[in-house]
């Protein structure tokens, strides 16, 4: 299993990756693309995810609450990355693999070939809507992220800045959701994702020659 450094990984002092500085330039756009609404339209989905994430949804705010170990090894991806943000909240040293395992996007391949599945702002919102759709019975605005990054982390969607650069929607997707679920720590959710990317970034790196 990969194992994750912890000292890269907390503390407020990290420098501002570029993603997340032109996440910054693009935010009045992607909020209001990803339209996350007090009032999200469910679907009507009853099966074992859906009850599972309603079980989560109370245990956000409350850290006192046990959160279920066994969600971890869930079928559903948002129900293994909710769960093992709220596990690592709680103790982050036992959580820490489990969790950033969770968090890979793994488009490095692609990219490397030159392949982005580029969409223009309305086909962002329309992507980003349809990615976080939640189940009936789930009002919380940040289990839809969880929902819409799980929906397109293999899509390798980007939408074009102002400036000319990507951003990828899932990237958006799941620093939104790590940052607002690990909001009164002291974990900074820009050094987890980057530091997850540079280490999924390594692991496609041509050998030396």
Known sequence: MTKYSASPLSGKGSPVPTIFL??????SILCAASSLSSSPVPTT???SAAVQLRELQPLID??????????LGSDACAVRVLSGVLLYRRDPDAYRNALFAEL???DYAERSAGKYNDVDKDEAIAAMDAASVAPEGISDQR??????????RDKNLWMKTPDGSRLSLARFFRGAALASLLTGTDEDAVAITSAIDAHT????APPDS
């Not at 409350?62 to 969600?71: F, M, R, T, W």
């Not at 289990?143 to 397109?152: R, S, T």
């Open 22 to 27: 032109r996440a910054c330039a693009a935010a």
């Open 45 to 47: 989905d009853s099966g």
């Open 62 to 71: 409350n850290d006192s609450l046990k959160v279920p170990e066994l969600l």
């Open 104 to 106: 890979v996007i793994d």
């Open 143 to 152: 289990i839809q992220m969880v929902l819409g990054f799980c929906a397109l």
């Open 201 to 204: 970034a390594r692991s496609h």
